[in-house]
């Protein structure tokens, strides 16, 4: 999948692109018509869980969203492409059922 991450005002090492990289193409795994994606990185200055993740990923005609704050990105990563997951499969079986 064709993944742009956006790190709002700080650069993001090459190991936490890879790993975002990673999760978000094993949601190929239960949808393959998934267009592309993009991530949207940021720090706030408040609080403990102050890494925000927003991830939007466009299907045919459909376009899916989800956030999530946490201590570190990676954590926060996978909160959002659990909810990704549970969007797509939802979808999916929508399609089947519908035709």
Do not use: C, W, Y
Request: aromatic residues 8%; proline residues 1%.
């Amino acid at each position: 999948m064709n993944v742009k991450i956006h790190s709002i005002k700080f650069d993001a090492d090459s190991r936490l692109l890879a790993f975002i990289q990673k999760k978000l193409n094993k949601l190929d795994q239960f949808f393959d018509r998934i267009v592309d994606g993009e991530v949207f990185l940021k720090l706030n200055n408040e609080g403990v869980d102050n890494k925000t993740v927003e991830i939007k990923i466009n299907l045919p005609g459909q376009q899916f969203f989800a956030g999530s704050s946490a201590r570190t990105f990676e954590q926060a990563v996978e909160e959002s492409v659990k909810v990704l997951k549970r969007k797509v499969r939802k979808h999916k079986e929508k399609l089947v059922t519908h035709g």
